[in-house]
């Protein structure tokens, strides 16, 4: 069975500060790997995703992820975080092929200081 | 283009009570999926319809239940609500299910008392 494990629950980062959210999946086939952002009272909005070739996936908002397969591994980064930034962040997991289930992490929640 | 649109916002049941929540989908979508977020947790998927058939179906149990319509919107249906079914319920359309990306609407927060 597919599972995402988000370690850190909870980040705080000041304001113009790097970002580093760790995701790690299990799945035994090749995944789709999602990652998405909520705000508090809102759905999800993707971020970016993977299904295939460079391992390196640009986003929305200046966020990118890297697919490592031997780590399996799909850590979200950004350069230098913004206070609108702060939200709750889901890593996700779905086949590849076939209909499409998804599974979420619990999620990190980031708040970002001054 | 409208993207996925739920309703009620918002809705306030008693335990034992049924309920319904609506979704339509994305523009050019025809599959909907359903997932139950509690408080503080990622969400969790009930199930799918594609061609108003019910293809996938995650750990929930048989109170909940629900339909997709030609036109492909879609209802979720809880029975016999219990406090533990309050949360927020998000509903997801995407084509085909083929791997393709999944657009979510604002929910529906569902409180049970």
């Known amino acids: 069975a597919q599972s995402v494990t988000q370690p850190d629950i909870h980040i705080t980062v000041s304001e113009g500060a790097s970002l580093e959210l760790r995701c790690n999946y299990s799945?035994?086939?090749?995944?789709?790997l999602f990652w998405y952002v909520q705000s508090p009272g809102q759905g999800l909005q993707l971020l970016l995703k993977?299904?295939?070739?460079?391992?390196l996936v640009q986003g929305i908002k200046g966020f990118e992820a890297e697919f490592k397969r031997s780590q399996s591994s799909f850590n979200l980064r950004k350069p230098s975080v913004h206070w609108s930034d702060a939200a709750e962040y889901f890593c996700?997991?779905?086949?590849?092929?076939?209909?499409?289930?998804?599974?979420f992490g619990t999620g990190t929640k980031l708040q970002v200081i001054p | 283009d409208a993207g996925v649109t739920q309703s009620p916002t918002h809705l306030i049941k008693t335990r034992g009570q049924q309920v319904t929540l609506r979704c339509s989908p994305k523009?050019?979508?025809?599959?909907v999926s359903w997932y139950q977020q509690a408080l503080g947790q990622g969400p969790q998927f009930i199930f799918q319809?594609?061609?108003?058939?019910?293809?996938q179906r995650g750990n929930f149990p048989d109170r909940f239940s629900g339909h997709q319509f030609p036109n492909y919107s879609s209802e979720l249906n809880v029975n016999a609500l219990l406090l533990g079914d309050s949360a927020l319920y998000l509903c997801?359309?995407?084509?085909?299910?083929?791997?393709?990306?999944?657009?979510f609407g604002p929910g529906t927060r569902l409180t049970v008392t």
């Open positions: 997801a359309s995407s084509l085909g299910g083929q791997g393709d990306e999944q657009y």
């Open positions: 799945y035994g086939a090749t995944p789709y």
């Open positions: 996700a997991v779905a086949s590849l092929g076939g209909y499409q289930k998804v599974t």
């Open positions: 523009s050019g979508h025809d599959t």
């Open positions: 319809y594609y061609e108003e058939e019910e293809r």
């Open positions: 993977y299904f295939s070739g460079d391992t």
